[in-house]
């Protein structure tokens, strides 16, 4: 034909223009937000949190790989999310916590967690937290073994249940605490102080980050600074963890309201026990999270208010986990009963 | 009064204009082609009846074809010529339609000699509005539906406020734009002829406030009358939809399935109501239009004035279409069907025609609820939910649980989607899927 000098014309479905974003790009991007959170842990704790992360962000991937393999599909670890299973992962361990047992985590939150549901998009619960569950309901005491913030020497030597040989007792952690602690740092958790001891401790520490605690719960102040870059680049949903943050807020604060000394007050709830980082990027795991607006928001109330029940009143010190996967498994109801009004609805939109 | 609009539409997407290209050229007129093909369903609603034979001599501006029943509008000749056949032709929807095929004179002047004078403030409401069914015009934003049509709320509705929509809110195109800086004593005109067939006192104009310019030249334009107001709105992606538009200036919803009569509105295109108030004071008919011709693979630009009928082919030639072209659009990026054959005539709901190079498919990742389809969604549909369903062929499920059937396909949804599912394309799908099921 004269002029027009195409000779094949594709056709296209509408629209012909996209955004700029994409899963692995959003991925990519979570993972860059938990690496500044991944060196402030490295500095904290030393070596021992640099290896527990590095492995299990591998351990992870490699099982998400074997797994697709093994299964026949073509590999997923394109799509970073294993990569950010792995970190999260990492960072909700005890920095001292035995190898061979975070390597049954990431098979756990991998495997029967996020693939056997159908891979990235199809998993109930994130998968992270399954990994976790399982392993504190498999190891309840390596952990809770914590050890100190800043100790002596952390960055050439292990903390000694890091190398522990599986299924081997580890060497005593109390002395070796008791030989590298700094001054006035010491190796319990200010949850655990709280409830087992009756020690209040000031929580400014856990935001500007040198307490003990799992390797990635601090410093509060990093952790929001990181989820807010996604939040900017529209890579995560704001209302999530504000929802979730206020809800633990507001119920801790009746709590220490009816009995001051026995419950904290709401700085101390949102500052410990990891809540800043469960709130900011395990609770909004897209995939696990209601879609509907409103969904939103009572999914983020109902796992800060569940936090903080769990705390005050159940056996646990820590609440955050179970609360996020009591929530993921709501969630689906949760959305069901949350439809958004249409535009233009003659009558109140029904529910299933 | 501000350029600036204060009014804006919350949900929806912005996307990236890409005016810039044809924003600032002037209105231009493209040669005629030698050979036009004028289908006689270029409307929503029934085709015309062709009026005139094979072999027939026709004068531009002659009426050809002329309106079955009040859902119809008349065709009138683009072009002096001769009536080569009456044969099927393809269209942008690829299926085949009757067309008249007319063979230009190459020495025709081609001017309009068919017409005469009429005053439209002697006509009664019903006699404006045959005079608007005899212009053949349609809404020329793109859903080309009868003009007139619109004068004559249903019964029992009456409408207190004409809405203008001077949006123009898909990327590329900037033909209402043009028109608006072009032609604003025809577009306000135009909307005094149809707010006097609906006996209205009251008139919105709203335009997105990208286009300062055809604020300002409406501005001047009506300087002295207060009975129609120039709304400057903030531009987003999809508030030329008639839906949106109305809820942003006025604050009324359009019933779901209802129509802009229910909230007592009619609502009609700029580029419509410019050539009501062009042709109705000469009794003339609708032969051309304006179309954006654009995007990164054609070397000339612009927006030109087109007469009705003109093949594809010819537009691409003159436009410069160069070797990188893939994709032909008609209409905008976001909801403009992208065509399979060089051979479509322009017909009037054609507001432009997009060249766009070659792009690979994306990768289609599994949804992963992140819920940016939900947030865009300007008619607070859950697209998440829909796209699952579609997925496992629950068509009916979506169409009553999940409400499909308000979707107007601007296709936000899929705009934003990180897993780049086709979602709105689904819907589509769905849609039709339904469609089959009841008419079995």
């Known amino acids: 034909m004269p002029g027009v000098k195409t000779t094949v014309i594709e056709v296209r479905t509408s629209p012909h223009l996209h955004g700029p974003l994409s899963v692995d790009k959003i991925m990519r991007h979570v993972v860059y937000a938990l690496l500044p959170i991944a060196a402030f842990s490295v500095w904290n704790f030393g070596i021992s949190a640099g290896v527990l992360l590095a492995f299990t962000t591998l351990g992870c991937v490699l099982t998400e790989h074997v797994t697709c393999r093994l299964n026949g599909n073509r590999s997923t670890v394109n799509d970073y999310s294993a990569a950010i299973t792995g970190l999260l992962l990492g960072l909700t361990l005890p920095p001292g916590f035995p190898l061979w047992m975070a390597a049954i985590g990431c098979l756990v939150a991998i495997a029967p967690g996020k693939l056997l549901f159908g891979g990235l998009g199809s998993n109930v619960f994130n998968p992270a937290l399954v990994g976790r569950a399982f392993l504190q309901a498999a190891f309840p005491v390596a952990i809770t073994n914590y050890t100190p913030a800043l100790a002596n020497g952390r960055f050439w030597e292990f903390i000694p249940s890091s190398l522990a040989l599986p299924l081997m007792k580890s060497a005593p952690l109390n002395d070796w605490i008791a030989q590298v602690r700094v001054d006035g740092f010491t190796g319990a958790t200010p949850l655990v102080l709280l409830k087992f001891d009756r020690i209040y401790s000031d929580p400014w520490p856990m935001f500007w980050g040198q307490r003990a605690g799992s390797s990635g719960e601090m410093p509060g102040f990093l952790i929001l600074l990181c989820g807010g870059y996604l939040v900017v680049r529209h890579m995560m949903d704001w209302r999530i963890p504000v929802a979730m943050l206020s809800g633990a807020a507001v119920s801790g604060w009746v709590f220490h309201l009816l009995n001051p000394t026995a419950y904290p007050d709401p700085l101390f709830t949102l500052f410990t026990g990891g809540l800043l980082l469960g709130a900011t990027f395990m609770a909004t795991d897209p995939v696990a999270s209601p879609v509907t607006p409103r969904g939103m928001w009572v999914y983020g109330v109902l796992m800060g208010v569940l936090t903080v029940l769990i705390r005050n009143l159940g056996g646990l010190a820590e609440g955050v986990m179970y609360a996020i996967l009591l929530g993921n498994a709501l969630s689906p109801l949760i959305d069901r009963l949350t439809p958004p009004r249409p535009y233009g609805a003659r009558k109140p939109a029904g529910a299933i | ?440």
Not at chain 2, 49 to 77: C, L, N, T, W, Y
Not at chain 2, 275 to 296: A, C, F, K, S
Request: aromatic content about 4%.
């Open chain 2, 1 to 440: 009064m501000s350029l600036f609009g204060t009014k804006r539409l919350w949900r929806g997407v912005h996307v990236p204009e890409h005016k810039e290209q044809t924003a600032h050229l002037p209105i231009r007129r493209l040669p005629f082609p030698p050979l036009l093909i004028v289908p006689l369903s270029q409307h929503a609603g029934k085709p015309a009846k062709a009026i005139v034979r094979e072999g027939q001599e026709v004068v531009r501006g002659e009426p050809i074809a002329e309106a079955d029943g009040f859902m119809s509008v008349p065709m009138h000749a683009p072009a002096t010529g001769r009536v080569e056949r009456i044969a099927p032709a393809p269209s942008a929807r690829g299926e085949l339609t009757t067309a008249i095929y007319i063979r230009a004179y190459p020495g025709a002047s081609q001017e309009v000699l068919y017409g005469s004078d009429q005053d439209i403030t002697q006509m009664t409401p019903d006699q404006v509005i045959a005079a608007v069914q005899a212009t053949g015009v349609v809404g020329l934003g793109g859903a080309a539906f009868p003009t007139h049509v619109k004068l004559k709320p249903p019964q029992g509705r009456t409408v207190d406020t004409v809405v203008v929509n001077g949006c123009e809110c898909e990327p590329y195109l900037t033909t209402d734009h043009r028109i608006m800086v072009e032609y604003p004593k025809q577009v306000l005109h135009g909307t005094r002829v149809v707010m006097r067939a609906l006996g209205v006192e009251r008139a919105v104009i709203g335009v997105e406030d990208n286009k300062p310019d055809a604020i300002a030249a409406l501005l001047q334009a009506n300087a002295d009358r207060p009975d129609i107001k120039i709304e400057p709105v903030v531009a987003r992606y999809p508030q030329g939809a008639e839906k949106m538009l109305v809820k942003v200036l006025l604050g009324r919803e359009i019933p779901s399935g209802g129509l802009p009569a229910d909230v007592g509105l009619a609502v009609f295109n700029v580029a419509t109501l410019a050539q009501i108030g062009d042709l109705l004071p000469t009794r003339q008919g609708l032969i051309e239009r304006v179309v954006t011709v654009t995007g990164p693979a054609v070397s000339k630009p612009g927006n030109y004035l087109i007469p009705l009928g003109t093949p594809l082919r010819w537009v691409l030639e003159q436009a410069g279409c160069t070797d990188q072209a893939a994709s032909i659009i008609l209409g905008g990026p976001m909801m403009g069907p992208s065509v399979g054959s060089f051979d479509i005539p322009l017909t009037k709901g054609v507001t432009g025609v997009l060249v766009l190079p070659k792009k690979d498919p994306p990768t289609v990742y599994p949804c992963i609820h992140c819920a940016a389809c939900v947030d865009v969604c300007p008619l607070h549909l859950d697209p998440s939910h829909l796209g699952l369903l579609a997925r496992k062929d629950r068509y009916q499920d979506m169409e009553e649980i999940y409400h499909l059937n308000d979707c107007f396909e601007c296709a936000c949804c899929s705009y934003v989607c990180p897993a780049n599912i086709p979602l709105v394309q689904y819907f589509r799908v769905a849609k039709q899927m339904n469609r089959e099921r009841k008419a079995r």
